[in-house]
């Protein structure tokens, strides 16, 4: 298993709690929907996977099988070369060549041989279609085309959990469309994808396990949301 969250309280820095109790378990390969409202805990939770906020009460949180109650800075790094990130505004380095942009995450997670580096960038690009934007700047990329680059740098160094929050927030519905089918297909190699979204009508066209966050509660309605279709397809 790797994310195993029982009886799980979430705290911002405040102190605020914004979910309590929560029980979430993801394995491999699995596509994991987090749905909810802005302010509902989704972006909450998925920072306590890669340990951006801390976890102070749970009865057990695995991630990994790496302790979140008790786990030392120390070893944060060697937790977060296991998770790639996807972030709704991209977050690439705007001063930096998209080949550059996956360089400084290489370089900066121990890797050393500028020839295996250099294979390794040629293989994600050719992963999203992206071979031909090697030289480009992000501006000259489209949004699209720039959260291509996002992805290709979240599985860089063979993630077994990728956490995408929000990753189609900002793409009109054609290009929504290409991202969904490229991350489902990196969940059908083996990599599990955790993907926080509002948008419903992606549910309707990639089916995954959903969990609901609202008034503090995270609660899996997948068997209530197949069912909710299921009915609407035979009305």
Not at 24 to 51: A, M, P, W
Not at 60 to 77: F, G, I, Q, S, Y
Not at 160 to 189: C, F, V, W, Y
Not at 221 to 228: A, L, Q, R
Request: hydrophobic content about 40%; charged content about 30%.
């Amino acid at each position: 298993m790797l994310i195993n969250y029982k009886q799980v309280n979430i705290e911002q820095s405040d102190g605020k709690v914004v979910l309590k109790d929560v029980n979430f378990h993801v394995d491999d390969g699995e596509f994991v929907y987090i749905i909810g409202r802005v302010g509902s805990g989704k972006s909450s939770l998925l920072k306590t996977i890669y340990d951006e906020l801390d976890i102070y009460d749970a009865e057990e949180a695995t991630v990994l099988d790496v302790d979140m109650t008790t786990l030392k800075r120390r070893d944060v790094p060697a937790l977060r070369r296991q998770i790639g990130i996807v972030f709704q505004d991209f977050q690439l380095l705007s001063d930096r060549t998209v080949y550059k942009n996956l360089y400084f995450v290489l370089k900066a997670t121990g890797w050393k041989d500028k020839h295996e580096m250099g294979e390794r960038i040629d293989e994600v690009l050719r992963a999203v279609g992206m071979s031909d934007k090697s030289i480009k700047m992000p501006h000259e990329l489209s949004g699209g085309e720039q959260q291509r680059i996002a992805i290709a740098r979240a599985i860089l160094n063979h993630p077994k959990l990728i956490l995408a929050d929000e990753p189609t927030g900002n793409l009109d519905p054609e290009t929504a469309d290409g991202i969904m089918q490229l991350l489902r297909h990196i969940s059908q190699t083996g990599t599990a994808v955790i993907m926080s979204t509002h948008n419903m009508p992606l549910l309707d066209r990639y089916p995954g396990i959903v969990y609901h966050c609202a008034d503090g509660i995270m609660e899996e309605v997948t068997g209530d949301y197949n069912k909710m279709k299921l009915d609407e397809e035979q009305a």
